[in-house]
């Protein structure tokens, strides 16, 4: 018989009933060091006070009065948004996926209110953008897309890294480039700063908008406010999701005027989408997240963070290969499949995220201290010996 819940997920036999920070604990009352953090969403970790704070002050006054009204927690975190990227206005979602649909309909309809209607959009392999029909159309894996045809048209991928594929595919029917600038499922797996400079001028050369997809490695993730920073390259369009609501679902896509200009009355809309709920708490995410202080902390626990890593693996080369990634947003490249390390991480009481090309994925609270830090290396190390005592069995 079918269980009561859907089963698309491959869930590990575990389940939570409390976070504090960085830790989790299940049913029976054992911690867990959490390096998931719900998938890089829960920014400030679990139970934060000040998130606490703002949601619970939110929800004794206002949950939801739905579009038809101005919301000014709406327009506080736009503000805000705004003020801090290169964005001139925000569009608020409850996710990701809803974040990839208006980015992917705003660049159609720029096209089209041009007069020149472009339908197509150029993106790398190995990409992810969620898993409504326009985002598995735009990532283009077998593994999303398999079934569910006739998808989206006009999305063209080119193999992960290669800027000359990627050039030759931009073309005067190219409406936008859509790119992570760190992809997260695809396996932590970072754009170079020159080659963000390349997609960019590949976009300026034919006027195709360039939307980066910030869901995963944003808010705070790679120790500045949006990855792309890092590059000094700014896309036309920005999805946002995962550690904007510290938890609490929120999307935003940003854009400039310009790349928003199609978007009028009607054009776009959602029931939920920017609730006083969601953007109290979201609003209290940025001011802490966007202090440059916070910034800095990342930075430096991201440098300790990986240099503990590299000498895991130099310990390990039997199952490990190598580190990568920016910031808190790790990937522990791995010679025995990342499932199998993410297994053995429940036996040491450490949460991990599998990711495709060969990479567990370490993305902790932005808050975590360094004796969790630490700690989590001392349990990688028990993982690791674990794995090697198994294959000398
Ligand atoms: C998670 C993710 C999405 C989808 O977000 P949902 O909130 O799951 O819909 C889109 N893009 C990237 C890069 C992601 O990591």
Same mark, same amino acid.
């Given at each position: 018989m079918i269980p009561t819940v859907l089963p698309t997920y491959n869930r590990a036999p575990l389940a939570f009933v409390k976070g504090e920070g960085s830790w989790l604990i299940a049913e029976d009352g054992e911690r867990y060091l959490d390096l998931a953090a719900g998938i890089a969403v829960n920014v400030l970790g679990h139970a934060h006070p000040a998130l606490v704070g703002a949601l619970n002050e939110q929800a004794g006054r206002l949950w939801h009065v739905s579009n038809l009204y101005r919301i000014p927690e709406q327009e506080r975190l736009a503000d805000r948004l705004t003020a801090e990227t290169f964005a001139d206005t925000v569009f608020f979602t409850n996710s990701g996926t809803e974040a990839a649909e208006l980015a992917l309909k705003m660049a159609r309809r720029y096209w089209y209110d041009s007069g020149t209607p472009r339908p197509g959009f150029v993106a790398f392999e190995g990409?992810?953008? #969620?898993? +409504?029909t326009g985002a598995i159309a735009a990532a283009g894996s077998e593994k999303m897309t398999k079934g569910f045809g006739p998808l989206m048209s006009g999305f063209v991928q080119v193999p992960w890294g290669d800027l000359d594929a990627l050039e030759a595919a931009v073309?005067?029917?190219?409406?936008a480039v859509i790119v992570e600038p760190v992809q997260g499922e695809g396996g932590i797996r970072p754009i170079p700063d020159d080659d963000l400079r390349r997609i960019r001028a590949a976009c300026d050369r034919v006027g195709a908008l360039l939307i980066f997809d910030?869901?995963?490695?944003?808010? #705070?993730?790679?120790?500045?406010?949006?990855?792309h920073e890092w590059s000094g390259v700014t896309p036309d369009i920005m999805m946002v999701a995962k550690g904007i609501g510290g938890g609490f679902p929120l999307g935003a896509v940003l854009a400039t005027e310009k790349a928003a200009?199609?978007?009028?009355? #009607?054009t776009h809309g959602s029931?939920? #989408?920017?609730?006083p709920l969601a953007c109290a708490v979201g609003t209290k995410v940025m001011e802490i997240v966007a202090d440059p202080a916070f910034l800095a902390e990342v930075t430096r626990k991201a440098a300790l963070f990986r240099q503990k890593l590299e000498g895991l693996v130099a310990a390990h080369p039997a199952v490990f290969s190598g580190v990568r990634g920016e910031g808190l947003m790790l990937g522990l490249v791995c010679k025995v499949p990342p499932a199998e390390v993410v297994s053995a991480g429940y036996a040491q009481h450490l949460l991990m995220v599998p990711a495709a090309n060969e990479a567990v994925r370490?993305?902790?609270?932005?808050?975590? +201290?360094d004796a969790e830090i630490a700690e989590a290396v001392v349990r990688l190390d028990a993982v690791a010996t674990a794995i090697e005592g198994a294959a000398s069995d």
């Open positions: 990409a992810f953008h #969620g898993r +409504s073309s005067d029917q190219t409406a910030e869901v995963q490695c944003g808010m #705070g993730r790679t120790g500045r406010l949006f990855a200009a199609g978007m009028t009355v #009607g029931t939920y #989408g920017g609730n370490l993305l902790p609270a932005l808050t975590i +201290s």
